[in-house]
């Protein structure tokens, strides 16, 4: 499954977040796997495109960096393979 998540940096300081990055890297379990992410222009937001089948992965990473940020997991699907279902029922 696909999931955006949204990163909050606490007290908007993406900082922390990028010292720890620098020195351990993403820190992920094994079949978690990163896409893309996008950094909001004011260093409030980190939106992060995952991927994964257990969603205990996800969690996993999570608590890994709650100390620094604040998550939200949306699960979310494939544009394309949206209108191809939605399609059939027009």
């Known amino acids: ?3 955006i998540v949204i990163e909050k ?3 908007r300081d993406p900082k ?3 010292e720890r990055f620098l020195e351990k890297g993403r820190m992920m379990p094994e079949g978690l796997i990163y896409r893309e992410s996008w950094i909001e222009s004011n ?3 980190c939106f992060q495109l995952m991927e994964c089948d257990d969603i205990s ?3 996993e990473w999570i608590l890994v960096w709650q100390d620094l940020a604040e998550f939200e997991i949306v699960a979310v699907a494939e ?5 191809e279902l939605v399609k ?3």
Do not use: A, G, I
């Open 1 to 3: 499954m696909l999931f």
């Open 9 to 11: 940096f606490k007290n």
């Open 16 to 18: 922390p977040v990028y």
């Open 43 to 45: 260093f409030e937001r």
């Open 57 to 59: 992965l996800l969690q």
């Open 79 to 83: 544009s394309k393979k949206t209108s």
């Open 88 to 90: 059939k029922f027009l």
